[in-house]
Structures are given as C-alpha cells and as structure tokens.
C-alpha cells in the first residue's frame, strides 16, 4: 500500500467519523511526517499504521474525539434506534400499542448496553459489528427472561412515544450535518 493510500483512506475514515477539519489537516500532516520518516529508513507504510489502516484510523479518531460527544452521540443513536424497532413493531403487527414483555425489556436494555460499549470503544456510530453482537447477545438474554418470568406484558408503548424517542436523534443528526457543511472549505 502507498503512502498516497494510506493518508487518502485515513482521511476519508476521520472526515467519516466527524473529525474538524483543521484537527484532520494536523492529524494528516503528523502522519504524513511519519510514513515520510519510515520511508528514509527504507520502511514500508503497513510498518507505521499496522495491516488494518482502517483500524489504525478509527482508533487516532477516537483519541481525538473528546468523550464527551462520543457519549452525546450515543444518547441520541441508542433511543432513535429503540424508536425504530418499536416503530417497526408497531408496523408489522399494525397497532397502536405494542406489548412490551419482561423478555423484550431485558432484549433492548442488553442490545442498549452492548451497543453503547462497542461503538464507544470503536469509535463509531454506525449500524456496524456492534449491533449485530448487541443483537445476539440480546436474543438469549430475551429467552431467558421470558422463560424465568413469563411473558406477560409489563406495560405497552403507543405509536406516539416511538416516534418521540426518534426526534432527538433527528434533531442531533441535523446539528451533525450543518456542522460538517460549515467545516467544508467554501461554504458558510
């Protein structure tokens, strides 16, 4: 892999992900400062940034993304992605109310859970390895729990408070995107 790769796959990967501009023409400039060094002692780029550039990436964005906004990402995605399933519930059994189960309980709060710890650990917010381990992490859990204590309803959820639970993540992809538009150079 070239050098010219490398900085083109990790420039992508940081503006993905909602790296600044600036913070992603510093971040590229030290790693251009880098491979240019390794290339002198006759190294080849896998030797700077690994076999995984993509990973070598995620985890630079990850150092310099603050906690703070990987967590406010996480408080929108986590309730838009509840809303969703809740919305799709409400679709396939065409109702205006749906169950909520000890057994569907315990399947989000662990998908929740799950999701929040890998994304944040990967850095992303994306419908990514993270949810499909959520997923089957959440599926026996969710056997279990209606098995040790029934599946009785606990209480329903109406089609209103489903839509509710998708509007703030609505509102933070929105803020999203306008930041990133005013980051690209040329627009105001």
Known sequence: MTTDRVLAICRSNWEY????DASVKDML???SAHLEEAAAAGRAPRDVVGDDVKAFAAAWARARTPLRRRLL???MVV???????????HLIGWTGAVPVSPGRLAFWLTVGT???????R???????KGWLLAAGAGLPVSL???WLAGDEPLFHVALWTSVLLTLPSA???VARRARTRMDQPGTK
């Open 17 to 20: 992900r909602g790296v600044d």
């Open 29 to 31: 400039a030290e790693l």
């Open 73 to 75: 990402g996480m408080a």
């Open 79 to 89: 309730p838009a992605a509840m809303g969703g399933i809740l919305l799709m519930s």
């Open 114 to 120: 799950v999701t929040v710890a890998v994304e944040l």
């Open 122 to 128: 990967r850095g992303t917010l994306g419908l990514g």
């Open 144 to 146: 279990l729990t209606d």
């Open 171 to 173: 509102a933070y992809a």
